[in-house]
């Protein structure tokens, strides 16, 4: 993957929010700031690969830093408590982070030549007296001070099921306040974490499939791998379907975590046949409207995983007449998510490319 990304530019779908109860524990605690960070450095609390890069700027560090010396209130963190019972930093990186910063004297991680910045508190009022310190220039007082400083922390784990992660996907979902909202498949990735996430994202490097997409580089909200993994859920099994596609593919995810059935190598094996047919065969398919229909998409693909039957020879003979029939129309607009919409289409679609 690429620094440049494009952005994937897709038919929105409505889907239903889908009811979620929440059997987990939820507790809140008051840890101080140098265990925080003697939690991060012994590796018992982390910063978890899905979690956006350290972004806040010194004067922001800086302004938290003072809030605890001056005794000031500061916004909880949100911490899950995984597997492994450790702490993963669900929202809240930047302040937890800042407070370890500050105790290390420097700021940040160390640039490509090893260095790193020292931090100096800056960016504060011209009368506070904590401009230009390190923590080693505050006095004895003040370093007790912030090192037995709270921060109210909620700890979140999930009890049952312990096979099914829908309602930590919620979580994150709901929490995720930070920067840039999380998408669903990168929350995914984090939920459902296994095989499958490095699989799927091996699969999306295909360059007939990003030709299909029409992306230079992966798409950074992931939503090309999203659809991937809703093509390996409904290859052999469209006929389960069953709506809301979110929590459709919450639970492909959550089965398939290793990704080391009979199923996913025969998807994998049809994968790259499949989209070298259609980049070979299609001149920018499945954007009857311009932009990609991943309805369309869903379809044709799907019919095409499923059937080696349909060549080149029909595949280009075909897809035209599918475009303009009538029942896949309706099928690929409106509720696209509904359950009956999906299976007609998929149906229809298949019927008509073997004709």
Known sequence: MTDEFDDLNTVEEADDEPYVEFDISVSPSDPTLESLAQKIENGDMIVPFYQRRFVWKIE????????FLMGLPVPQVFLYVNDDDRLEIIDGQQRIMSVKYFFEGYFGEEDNRGRRQSFK?????????????????????????????????????????????????HIFERLNTGGTALKPQEIRNAVYRGNIVAELQELNTDPDWQEILGLKAPDRGQRDVELILRLFGLFENWDDYEKPMLRYLNNV???????????????????????????????????????????????????????????????????????????????????????????????????????
Not at 60 to 67: G, H, R, T, V, Y
Not at 138 to 167: C, H, M, V
């Open 60 to 67: 922001q560090a800086s302004k938290l830093i003072e809030s």
């Open 121 to 169: 508190l800056k960016g504060l009022s011209e009368r506070s007296e904590y401009n230009g310190l390190t923590f080693e220039d505050l006095g004895e007082r003040e370093k007790r001070r912030l090192r037995n400083s709270t921060l109210r922390a909620i700890n979140i784990k999930q009890l049952t099921p312990n096979d099914n992660y829908n309602s930590v996907f």
């Open 253 to 355: 995810m959550s089965k398939n975590k290793e990704f080391d059935s009979e199923k996913a190598e025969r998807f994998c094996d049809r994968f790259g046949e499949v989209t070298d047919l259609v980049n070979d065969t299609l001149d920018k398919p499945f954007r009857p409207k311009r932009v990609v229909n991943s309805s369309v998409l869903e379809a044709v693909m799907v019919a095409l995983l499923e059937d080696a039957s349909i060549d080149a020879k029909k595949l280009d003979a075909n897809y035209d007449r599918l475009m303009v029939d009538e029942g896949f129309q309706e099928a690929t607009s409106g509720a696209t998510t509904d359950t009956a919409v999906l299976k007609s289409r998929i149906q229809i679609a298949k019927r008509i490319l073997s004709a």
